[in-house]
C-alpha cells in the first residue's frame, strides 16, 4: 500500500510524540494501522495501543482495517472480543476505548495511537497512558478533526512551540488526497462556514458568543404561510416548557410556520393541541431521542410511545447525536458555506425567532448556555433539522490495501 505524500511526510517522523491535525477522509485510520504495525514488528514482545473515544469506536472504525492491511503471515492469533492481535513475533496489538480512562491503567506500552484524541477525557493522556510510557519511553501518535481550542489543540500547539520530543503536521482534506475537488466544494455547499472550516480545513474553530450566527431577522424571517401538506414538528420533552416548531418542507428547504410553548403541561397535553390546530393534517414528529423511556406523562408510557398511539408517524434516532453536530446541522440550513440560506422562519415564531437569537455558548467552553430558557426551542427544532439533513462529513473513498 502506498502513502500519500502528507501521510508518509507524518510516518517517517522520528519525533517521539507526534500531533497530527487532518481533514476528514485524511486517511487517518490507515495511516494509524501502519504506525502500530511499524512499532509492532520493532522488536519482540512490545505493547502496542490503538485508543478512541469508546471502545465501541475503536471496533467500528479500527478493527476490520487493522486485519485487513496486516499481512496474514505475520499475525499469531486474533481474538474479536478482546480487540487483539498478537503477531508471530510476540507483540501484542490492542484497541481500547477511552470511556472511563481508569480502564486503561496498570501495562507499560511501547506505543500508542490516540485516534480523535479532542472527543476525550484530558485525564486518559495526562494521567493514564503517559505515565504507561515511561517504563519503556514509549511513544505517541495524536490523530484527528480538530474540535474548537481543547486539549488536542494545547498538544498540538505544544508541537508548534517547539517543546522536546513533540512534533505537529496539519492538512486539509484537500491536501490528503483521498477525496475530489468537487465533493469538497460539494461539501462547502452542505455545511455552514464554520463546520466546513474545522471538518474539511482542519482548522481550530473558536467556539464564544452566538450558537446560530447564521440566523439574520432580515434574511432568515419570511412568512410564507401553510401550503396544508404534510407538517413536520421537532419537539422537545421539559415540563416548563414543552416545546414544539412546526415546518413544512418544500425540497432542500425548511420553513417554521408555528410553535407551541407549553408550561407546567406533559406529552399528552401537547399532542391535544396539535390535534386542536391541524386535526387530522399528515404529521411526522421528530422527538428528542430519550423519548424512547421519557415518561412526561402519567400512566407508565413513554413519550415516543405517546405519540405513535396518537396516530402521529414519529421518526427518532436510537440515541442522541452528539450536540456540535446537532447544532451544526441547523447552522448549515440557517447559512452554509456558499452563502445560501435553507431554513426560515414565519414572524409569528416569537419564541423560535428569539431562541436563535440569543442563544450562547458557555464563556470559554463549546458547550451551550442552558441557564436562560433559549435551549428548548433550538432543540425542538434541532432534533427536526438532524435528523432530515444530517451534516454531511463523510465520503465513500476506496479501501486500503494491505500494509507490505
Request: aromatic fraction near 10%.
Amino acid at each position: 500500500m502506498q502513502l500519500t505524500l502528507p501521510q508518509s511526510e507524518i510516518f517517517v517522523s522520528t519525533s517521539r510524540f507526534v500531533s497530527v491535525v487532518a481533514g476528514r477522509r485524511f486517511g487517518k485510520t490507515f495511516l494509524s494501522t501502519g504506525k502500530l504495525l511499524e512499532q509492532a514488528i520493532k522488536s519482540p514482545n512490545r505493547n502496542v495501543w490503538y485508543v478512541a473515544p469508546t471502545y465501541g469506536a475503536a471496533k467500528e472504525i479500527a478493527w476490520d482495517m487493522l486485519i485487513a492491511s496486516i499481512p496474514p503471515e505475520y499475525i499469531a492469533k486474533t481474538n474479536e472480543t478482546s480487540l487483539t492481535l498478537r503477531l508471530i513475533n510476540g507483540s501484542v496489538i490492542a484497541l481500547k476505548g477511552a470511556e472511563k480512562p481508569n480502564n486503561l491503567r496498570g501495562r507499560a506500552l511501547d506505543f500508542v495511537v490516540l485516534d480523535e484524541f479532542a472527543d476525550m477525557r484530558p485525564e486518559a493522556w495526562y494521567e493514564v497512558l503517559r505515565p504507561s510510557l515511561s517504563d519503556r519511553q514509549g511513544g505517541a501518535l495524536f490523530i484527528g478533526t480538530p474540535k474548537g481550542r481543547n486539549h488536542f489543540y494545547d498538544l498540538w500547539a505544544k508541537a508548534k512551540d517547539g517543546a522536546k520530543d513533540w512534533q505537529s503536521f496539519q492538512y486539509t482534506t484537500l491536501q490528503g488526497g483521498n477525496v475530489p475537488p468537487e465533493e469538497v466544494e460539494a461539501a462547502r455547499a452542505d455545511l455552514d462556514e464554520r463546520t466546513f472550516q474545522q471538518e474539511y480545513e482542519a482548522a481550530f474553530v473558536t467556539y464564544q458568543g452566538l450558537i446560530y450566527y447564521g440566523f439574520s431577522r432580515e434574511d432568515s424571517v419570511l412568512d410564507i404561510g401553510d401550503d396544508n401538506g404534510t407538517l413536520h414538528i421537532g419537539m422537545d420533552f421539559n415540563l416548563d416548557p414543552m416545546s414544539a416548531v412546526i415546518c413544512i418542507r418544500k425540497g432542500g428547504k425548511l420553513y417554521a410556520i408555528d410553535e407551541i410553548v407549553m408550561y407546567g403541561s406533559n406529552t399528552d397535553e401537547m399532542v391535544a393541541e396539535i390535534k386542536d390546530r391541524y386535526g387530522n393534517r399528515n404529521i411526522i414528529i421528530y422527538p428528542d431521542p430519550a423519548s424512547r423511556q421519557r415518561k412526561t406523562s402519567a400512566g407508565g408510557r413513554t413519550d415516543l410511545s405517546i405519540l405513535q398511539n396518537a396516530g402521529f408517524s414519529v421518526k427518532a434516532k436510537n440515541s442522541h447525536a452528539l450536540v456540535r453536530d446537532r447544532i451544526n446541522a441547523v447552522n448549515s440550513r440557517l447559512l452554509s458555506g456558499d452563502g445560501k440560506r435553507h431554513l426560515f422562519v414565519s414572524p409569528k415564531c416569537k419564541q423560535t425567532i428569539k431562541s436563535l437569537e440569543r442563544q450562547t455558548y458557555k464563556e470559554g467552553t463549546s458547550v451551550p448556555n442552558k441557564d436562560d430558557g433559549f435551549d428548548h426551542m433550538n432543540d425542538a427544532l434541532g432534533y427536526l433539522i438532524e435528523y432530515l439533513f444530517p451534516v454531511r462529513t463523510e465520503y465513500d473513498t476506496p479501501q486500503p490495501t494491505r500494509w507490505t
